[in-house]
């Protein structure tokens, strides 16, 4: 048996009150809102005499009972305004229970509520509705954390306390978080904006949003470890996408010169402040580019989401003050790992690859071929100090199994990714439209994951059989929502982003019971 608390246990007992009342706490009518508290802060004008009958709706979060007259406050979704409730208007005549009953002693703190009155300003120059018509509209059973405030009598300063701020409680319980934590709800209105307008730039030059598959048969288009699954009617395996760039490629091959998808994918690995097994990523892939024209559009669509969100290119995130304002600074891997490590990698094997990796404190496994040495040097020396919005480009081949080879450099791929506050945001190739070549990278990621690389691809005969068909020369893109979101909205973790991020199993505490007498 669930326990319950004892303002759980009043708040049933106030329902069935109510019930006995002939009051229904969760009725079916529809009560018919006409403005929103922002748009009544916004607009009402006392000389103009407006807003004179409005219809408002949504929690109650205080109430101050003073005889026949009451103040209290209403909270929708654009935020708060003050309720001026007087019994002889709401409850005319001798029939005082709905003033006396319902609003003095059965209604609580987060229950919803609707109002219909006038608006009028207080003697202490307050925007209020005086309420003519009150009706319950969804009883709460369980009380809302209730954030308290005091000040602090040598600073004057405004202290919080007993609020709802402990991590693990706010992402399993986003609804709570989302009613008493108001910067919350902001976090994500900008997450909202943030797609918006990547998804306005994209269409403004004429690319096409798609959807490709989440269930697919064979997993590609990133190192990354699946979830599996299994369709009972076909009988066979499936896997969640860890991403969709094969499938967005095979729709290039068909004719589309330029096609897009914001997609859920799923990676079965490790969780951090910056890993969620569920995320999303926008794809962008365009017909007749290369990656160097993909680093202009990239800077110009951050920049433009920057503005945005933010009427300017610079973004507080922590202590640090990025400026989004293109051209961004460009390195090449091998310039920026000698840049921070003072070793210049480039022309050595993987022996002596495991032995700069040791001297520099890397950890390694002996499943790691050369590319996974380098990458691995890349994420502890360097990675962790752009923080300015940074283009690593020019990639060992090995590390990249889907980019063109380069046109100048031999051993290397035409591949960038854009480095922000410490952490990837994007990555992007030339992409390899060689069916030949591709067929021999498949086959050396065979060879990895042999050796016990989990994360190696696998070979996509129908993605090679597409190739064959001819693709033409591409840029292709990819974007994480949730990291840029992190860094948009100034949020110290992944979870922060997310409505409803991963969670282990929550322990429910159970009532405990007495052994019986004997």
Same mark, same amino acid.
């Given at each position: 048996?669930?326990?319950?608390?004892?303002?759980?246990?009043?708040?049933? #007992?106030?329902?069935?009150?109510?019930?006995?009342?002939?009051?229904?706490?969760?009725?079916?009518?529809?009560?018919?809102?006409?403005?929103?508290?922002?748009?009544?802060?916004?607009?009402?004008?006392?000389?103009?005499?407006?807003?004179?009958?409005?219809?408002?709706?949504?929690?109650?979060?205080?109430?101050?009972?003073?005889?026949?007259?009451?103040?209290?406050?209403?909270?929708? *979704?654009?935020?708060?305004?003050?309720?001026?409730?007087?019994?002889?208007?709401?409850?005319?005549?001798?029939?005082?229970?709905?003033?006396?009953?319902?609003?003095?002693?059965?209604?609580?703190?987060?229950?919803?509520?609707?109002? +219909?009155?006038?608006?009028? /300003?207080?003697?202490? =120059? %307050?925007?209020?509705?005086?309420?003519?018509?009150?009706?319950?509209?969804?009883?709460?059973?369980?009380?809302?954390?209730?954030?308290?405030?005091?000040?602090?009598?040598?600073?004057? %300063?405004?202290?919080?306390?007993? *609020?709802?701020?402990?991590?693990?409680?706010?992402?399993?319980?986003?609804?709570?978080?989302?009613?008493?934590?108001?910067?919350?709800?902001?976090?994500?209105?900008?997450?909202?904006?943030?797609?918006?307008?990547?998804?306005?730039?994209?269409?403004?030059?004429?690319?096409?949003?798609?959807?490709?598959?989440?269930?697919?048969?064979?997993?590609?288009?990133?190192?990354?470890?699946?979830?599996?699954?299994?369709?009972?009617?076909?009988?066979?395996?499936?896997?969640?996408?860890?991403?969709?760039?094969?499938?967005? /490629?095979?729709?290039?091959?068909?004719?589309?010169?330029?096609?897009?998808?914001?997609?859920?994918?799923?990676?079965?690995? =490790?969780?951090?402040?910056?890993?969620?097994?569920?995320?999303?990523?926008?794809?962008?892939?365009?017909?007749?580019?290369?990656?160097?024209?993909?680093?202009?559009?990239?800077?110009?669509?951050?920049?433009?989401?920057?503005?945005?969100?933010?009427?300017?290119?610079?973004?507080?995130? =922590?202590?640090?003050?990025?400026?989004?304002?293109?051209?961004?600074?460009?390195?090449?891997?091998?310039?920026?790992?000698?840049?921070?490590? =003072?070793?210049?990698?480039?022309?050595?094997?993987?022996?002596?690859?495991?032995?700069?990796?040791?001297?520099?404190?890397?950890?390694?496994?002996?499943?790691?071929? +050369?590319?996974?040495?380098?990458?691995?040097?890349?994420?502890?020396?360097?990675?962790?100090?752009?923080? #300015?919005?940074?283009?690593?480009?020019?990639?060992?081949?090995?590390?990249?199994?889907?980019?063109?080879?380069?046109?100048?450099?031999?051993?290397?791929?035409?591949?960038?990714?854009?480095?922000?506050?410490? +952490?990837?945001?994007?990555?992007?190739?030339?992409?390899?439209?060689?069916?030949?070549?591709?067929? #021999?990278?498949?086959?050396?990621?065979?060879?990895?994951?042999?050796?016990?690389?989990?994360?190696?691809?696998?070979?996509?005969?129908?993605?090679?059989?597409?190739?064959?068909?001819?693709?033409?020369?591409?840029?292709?893109?990819?974007?994480?929502?949730?990291?840029?979101?992190?860094?948009?909205?100034?949020?110290?973790?992944?979870?922060?982003?997310?409505?409803?991020?991963?969670?282990?199993?929550?322990?429910?505490?159970?009532?405990?019971?007495?052994?019986?007498?004997?």
């Amino acid at each position: 048996m669930v326990h319950l608390s004892e303002q759980e246990i009043l708040r049933r #007992q106030k329902l069935d009150e109510l019930k006995a009342l002939g009051i229904e706490p969760y009725p079916s009518e529809l009560f018919d809102v006409n403005f929103s508290a922002q748009e009544i802060h916004d607009n009402y004008h006392p000389e103009l005499n407006n807003f004179q009958e409005v219809a408002l709706a949504g929690r109650l979060m205080s109430s101050r009972v003073m005889g026949k007259a009451s103040f209290a406050e209403l909270m929708d *979704s654009s935020g708060r305004i003050q309720l001026y409730v007087n019994r002889d208007e709401i409850c005319p005549g001798e029939d005082k229970t709905l003033y006396n009953n319902v609003f003095k002693k059965l209604l609580d703190l987060g229950d919803f509520i609707g109002v +219909k009155g006038h608006v009028f /300003k207080t003697q202490v =120059g %307050e925007t209020s509705v005086h309420v003519t018509e009150l009706k319950l509209l969804a009883k709460s059973l369980r009380p809302l954390p209730v954030v308290k405030t005091k000040k602090d009598e040598k600073t004057g %300063e405004e202290i919080v306390y007993d *609020s709802f701020s402990d991590p693990e409680q706010r992402y399993r319980q986003r609804y709570v978080d989302l009613v008493v934590n108001p910067h919350v709800r902001d976090t994500f209105i900008k997450r909202t904006q943030l797609v918006q307008a990547m998804r306005n730039y994209l269409n403004d030059k004429g690319y096409l949003e798609v959807e490709t598959p989440i269930l697919q048969p064979l997993y590609g288009g990133a190192a990354a470890r699946p979830f599996k699954t299994h369709h009972n009617t076909l009988d066979m395996t499936l896997y969640l996408r860890i991403a969709n760039e094969l499938y967005l /490629k095979r729709l290039i091959v068909g004719g589309f010169d330029g096609v897009y998808e914001f997609s859920k994918d799923f990676r079965n690995e =490790g969780m951090s402040r910056f890993h969620n097994p569920e995320f999303t990523q926008m794809e962008l892939y365009v017909a007749y580019k290369d990656y160097a024209w993909m680093m202009d559009l990239v800077e110009e669509m951050v920049e433009r989401v920057a503005l945005a969100l933010h009427g300017k290119t610079q973004v507080q995130v =922590g202590e640090n003050l990025i400026n989004f304002q293109r051209p961004w600074q460009r390195y090449t891997m091998f310039e920026a790992i000698e840049k921070f490590t =003072g070793v210049a990698i480039g022309d050595m094997d993987e022996a002596a690859l495991r032995e700069t990796a040791a001297k520099l404190k890397v950890g390694l496994d002996p499943s790691m071929g +050369k590319s996974k040495i380098i990458d691995e040097i890349f994420g502890e020396h360097v990675e962790p100090k752009l923080i #300015q919005p940074t283009f690593i480009t020019d990639y060992p081949v090995e590390m990249s199994p889907l980019a063109k080879k380069h046109r100048d450099h031999p051993g290397l791929v035409e591949r960038f990714e854009a480095i922000c506050n410490g +952490k990837e945001i994007c990555n992007a190739f030339s992409e390899l439209n060689d069916p030949i070549d591709q067929r #021999q990278r498949f086959e050396d990621q065979l060879e990895l994951g042999k050796r016990g690389d989990v994360e190696a691809m696998v070979l996509d005969e129908d993605f090679l059989r597409a190739l064959e068909y001819g693709m033409p020369p591409t840029a292709g893109l990819g974007i994480g929502i949730d990291r840029l979101s992190m860094i948009m909205t100034n949020s110290h973790s992944i979870q922060d982003v997310l409505f409803f991020p991963q969670m282990r199993p929550e322990v429910v505490a159970q009532e405990k019971t007495q052994p019986s007498a004997s």
